[in-house]
C-alpha cells in the first residue's frame, strides 16, 4: 500500500498563532508514529518555509497571544501563495490544525477545495458559522440547543450608556464581553459591573469588529468532544483562581481537568445529545469540540463549538479521546480517515 502524505498547516496569522504551532508540532510528531509521511508547513510565511523544520517549532505558548505588532509580519496573500504553490503539489490530504481566524473560518478550506485538496475537519460553511458565535448560537437555539442570552455589537455604533442600559435590560451583571469570531478567550473579559463595560468592549474591538455580550452562568464549566459521529467522555475544568482564560488554557499547572468528568450520568448523556446536536446543526465534519456551562440544577448552556480544537499538551480532545482508550497517534490517525473518506 502507498503510504500517504500529510501536510500539517500550522502557524497562520491569528492571535492564536502560538497555540497552532504547539499543536502542529504534536499532531506533525503523531501522525509520524501512526506511519505517514509528513510535511509541517506554516502558510504565513509563503513558499518560504525553512528548510529544517524545527524552525517552524521554535515558538512556545506565552501567557498572552502575539501582539499586533508580531502578527503584522505576516500577510495573508503568503498563504494564498503558499496554498497555490508546488508545496501540495504531493500531498494527499492536509490536517489543519490553523486555529482562530483565517484558518478555522472556512477561508483555508475554500482555498483547498479550490485546489481539490482533501483535509481533516469541517467544511466551509459549517467553519464560517462555527467561528461565528452569534450565528452558531442562533442556529443551536434554533435547533433546541439552550444557549445564554446574547446581544452583538457593532464597531461603529458604540454608545455605553445604552449598552450599559440593555445589559441590565436583557441579563443584568455578571457578563461576558467578547470577540465574535476568535477563539482561545482572545478578548475576552468577564464584566461585573458598569465600570467594566467600556474597557471590555474596547478590549474586544481590538480584535473583532462584532462583539458579543452574553449572559454569565454560574456553574460547572464542561466540555464534550467529538470524533466522527461520537461523543467522547466529558471534561470539567477547573481553573485555578479566575476564568478560563488565555493563561489558564495553556499555562501547565494552572487548571485542573477531571476527566470523565464527575457529574450525575443523566447530566453526561444530555450533554453529549447537545454536543452532538450543536455539532450536526452546523454541518460539523471529523472532530471538533463543544464547550457548556451548566447550573447547579442541571440546566446546560451551550457556549459555542471549537472546529478546530487545540491539540497542545494541555489541550482537551487529546485527554478526553485518551479516557475513552484512544492515544494521540491513534486519535490523528483517525482524523485522517475520516478526512480520506470524505
Known amino acids: 500500500m502507498r503510504e500517504i502524505k500529510v501536510a500539517v498547516l500550522l502557524g497562520g496569522t491569528s492571535p492564536e498563532r502560538d497555540v ?22 506554516d502558510p504565513a510565511l509563503g513558499i518560504n518555509q525553512p528548510e ?25 496573500k503568503n498563504v494564498i501563495e503558499c496554498i497555490n504553490s ?30 481539490g ?8 460553511l459549517a467553519s464560517a458559522i462555527g467561528i461565528d458565535k452569534n450565528m452558531s448560537k442562533i442556529v443551536f437555539k434554533h435547533h433546541g440547543v439552550q444557549t445564554p442570552d446574547w446581544f452583538v455589537i ?55 469588529d462584532l462583539i458579543l455580550v452574553e449572559d454569565f452562568i454560574e456553574g460547572k464549566e464542561l466540555t464534550v468532544g467529538i470524533l466522527g459521529n461520537m461523543a467522547l467522555p466529558v471534561i470539567e475544568i477547573i481553573p485555578k483562581g479566575g476564568i478560563y482564560d488565555y493563561y489558564h488554557k495553556y ?3 494552572a487548571t485542573e481537568y477531571i476527566v470523565p468528568a464527575e457529574i450525575p450520568e443523566k447530566w453526561s448523556t444530555a450533554l453529549k445529545e447537545q454536543a452532538l446536536i450543536a ?43 485518551r479516557a475513552a482508550g484512544i492515544e494521540f497517534p491513534e486519535l490523528v490517525d483517525k482524523i485522517v480517515k475520516l478526512a480520506l473518506e470524505k
Not at 524545527?54 to 509580519?73: M, V
Not at 465600570?195 to 473583532?208: D, G, Q, R, T
Open 20 to 41: 497552532s504551532i504547539i499543536s502542529g508540532k504534536y499532531v506533525t510528531q503523531g501522525l509520524r508514529e501512526a506511519g505517514y509521511i509528513v510535511k509541517p508547513i
Open 251 to 253: 499555562t501547565k499547572g
Open 52 to 76: 529544517n523544520e524545527e524552525e517552524l517549532f521554535i515558538s512556545a505558548i506565552r501567557e498572552t497571544p502575539p501582539t499586533e505588532e508580531e502578527l503584522a509580519r505576516y500577510s495573508n
Open 279 to 321: 455539532f450536526e446543526s452546523i454541518g460539523c465534519k471529523g472532530f471538533a469540540r463543544v464547550d457548556f456551562r451548566v447550573k447547579e440544577n442541571g440546566e446546560i448552556y451551550c457556549l459555542e463549538i471549537n472546529t478546530i480544537p487545540g491539540m497542545t499538551g494541555t489541550s482537551l480532545v487529546p485527554k478526553a479521546a
Open 117 to 124: 485538496i482533501k483535509y481533516t475537519g469541517s467544511g466551509v
Open 154 to 208: 457593532r464597531k461603529n455604533k458604540i454608545d455605553i450608556k445604552e449598552i450599559q442600559r440593555k445589559i441590565e435590560k436583557t441579563f443584568s451583571y455578571p457578563c461576558v464581553v467578547k470577540p465574535n469570531d476568535q477563539g482561545s478567550t482572545v478578548g475576552l473579559t468577564v464584566v461585573k459591573c458598569p465600570e467594566e463595560v467600556e474597557p471590555a468592549i474596547e478590549l474586544a474591538f481590538k480584535y473583532s
Open 86 to 115: 508546488y508545496l501540495f503539489d504531493d500531498i494527499d490530504v492536509v490536517f489543519i490544525i490553523l486555529h482562530g481566524k483565517w484558518g478555522e473560518d472556512g477561508t483555508v478550506q475554500a482555498l483547498l477545495d479550490l485546489r
